[in-house]
């Protein structure tokens, strides 16, 4: 299975920006469909971007949709989330998370991914 470690996780003002990356380790992750989950206190994981191995279809959860970017460079093993026009309602503690996967499909669902990474903290302030 692949390692994750995200990073790029911190305080920023509403309207601002952040580039959270998730680099991986282990294994390349060409062969391995991506995700972005996030949880805030109190609340279920869910679903923010997916992305197939490929990069060519990717998938936006309706409350980021036009906000986060979810791209990848297999060459350097990362995958990317880019959130712009951040709401307070975006904090959350961010994942990483990664499928083997044959389909060149992206996931929207947390049970179908099998390793994660350790999250990082993102925080927006009003």
């Known amino acids: 299975q692949a390692q994750l470690v995200e990073s790029g996780g911190g305080l920023v003002q509403a309207g601002g920006s952040l580039r959270l990356s998730c680099a991986a380790s282990g294994r390349t992750i060409s062969s391995y469909a991506m995700g972005w989950f996030r949880q805030a206190p109190g609340k279920e994981r869910e679903v923010v971007a997916a992305?197939?191995?490929?990069?060519?279809?990717?998938y936006a959860a309706d409350s980021v949709k036009g906000r986060f970017t979810i791209s990848r460079d297999n060459a350097k093993n990362t995958v990317y989330l880019q959130m712009n026009s951040l709401k307070p309602e975006d904090t959350a503690i961010y994942y990483c998370a990664a499928k083997w996967d044959y389909s060149g499909r992206y996931y929207t669902k947390k049970y179908e991914y099998s390793s994660w990474g350790q999250g990082t903290q993102v925080t927006v302030s009003s």
């Open positions: 992305i197939s191995r490929s990069g060519g279809s990717t």
